[in-house]
């Protein structure tokens, strides 16, 4: 079976988010990956990692602003990332910045750049053109920034029900960039969640774009409620075999996070109680 990470800004929601760690642990996770670490300092995180024994295994890059503070204040205006932003680009480099800093502290080798959603435009052509162009020299730049570091930048597509105007949408899109950027710590974060929402055909787009080198991680959540992976229209017993067959076949070594709404909420022990689902 592939390596199961507990996303920790999904999971446990009952806990405060440090405690998360321990209860990961506990549950006999050995990684652990999560949205933001901004609010809190990286010696924290990195001690609850070390106390717990976990492997951090991704983490995303601020979603827009210029500080901590800022970064959070950004999520909460609606800023899901700013990689293809026409006029962001201080801040893009600003948040590459930070999340490779916690990235060092964490011993982390995944950063995310989420890319962004784009303003309405009458013109949709030059916005698009426009936003390819930066996306891609953005994301030259982080993985520059990165491979210095020994680090990934992933790119995810994210579905539009959940991110309406959300500039990465389907795996051949965001391959297509990989691709263009040329850049060999460039890879794809495949969510199947988003995936199937958007596209379907699941299994068939994990044998066509594993053995590539090009996806760098996968993600798990029930659909279309985003809870427990059993619950919902995905048979992810055989999804999780596609993965590990594939992954055998072409010498990838990487995770699958576990990144849902557990269906029980936030009552005590509602994850936990939740995961027999798990090979
Ligand atoms: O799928 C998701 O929602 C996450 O992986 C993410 O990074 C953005 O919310
Ligand atoms: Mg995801």
């Known amino acids: 079976m592939p390596r199961l990470a507990a996303n920790l800004s999904m999971l446990y929601p009952e806990l405060p988010f440090l405690d998360r760690f321990d209860a990961a642990a506990r549950d006999g996770f050995k990684g652990v990956e999560f949205l933001?670490?901004?609010?809190?300092?990286?010696?924290?995180?990195?001690?609850?990692?070390?106390?717990?024994?976990?492997?951090?295994?991704?983490f995303n890059a601020p979603p827009g602003g210029a500080d901590a503070a800022g970064f959070e204040r950004a999520w909460a205006d609606g800023l899901r990332?700013?990689?293809?932003?026409?006029?962001?680009?201080?801040?893009?480099?600003?948040?590459?910045?930070?999340?490779?800093?916690?990235?060092?502290?964490?011993?982390?080798?995944?950063?995310?750049?989420?890319?962004?959603?784009?303003?309405k435009s009458t013109d949709s052509h030059t916005t698009i053109s426009a936003a390819s162009s930066v996306y891609e020299s953005n994301l030259r730049?982080?993985?520059q920034q990165a491979a210095a570091a020994g680090v990934d930048i992933l790119i995810e597509p994210i579905n539009t029900r959940d991110m309406p105007g959300f500039f990465l949408n389907r795996q051949d899109q965001a391959h297509a960039v990989v691709r263009a950027?040329?850049?060999?710590?460039?890879?794809?974060?495949?969510?199947l969640y988003h995936a199937q929402i958007m596209e379907g055909d699941?299994?068939?787009?994990?044998?066509?774009?594993?053995?590539?080198?090009?996806?760098?991680?996968?993600?798990?959540?029930?659909?279309?409620?985003?809870h427990e992976p059993s619950v919902g229209e995905l048979n992810y017993r055989y999804l999780l075999n596609v993965i590990d067959d594939v992954a055998a076949a072409c010498g990838w070594d990487g995770w699958v996070g576990c990144e849902y709404r557990p269906q029980r909420g936030a009552v005590p022990n509602g994850t936990t109680d939740g995961l027999g689902w798990r090979p």
């Open 202 to 226: 699941i299994a068939t787009k994990i044998r066509e774009y594993l053995p590539t080198g090009r996806v760098g991680h996968f993600q798990i959540a029930g659909v279309p409620e985003r």
């Open 81 to 119: 990332g700013t990689a293809s932003l026409p006029g962001s680009e201080a801040d893009f480099r600003t948040g590459v910045q930070w999340a490779l800093r916690y990235a060092e502290a964490l011993q982390c080798p995944r950063v995310h750049c989420m890319a962004g959603i784009q303003a």
């Open 36 to 58: 933001f670490p901004y609010s809190f300092a990286p010696e924290e995180i990195a001690a609850r990692l070390r106390g717990n024994e976990l492997q951090q295994v991704l």
């Open 141 to 143: 730049w982080a993985a």
């Open 181 to 191: 950027v040329g850049a060999p710590n460039l890879k794809v974060q495949f969510d």
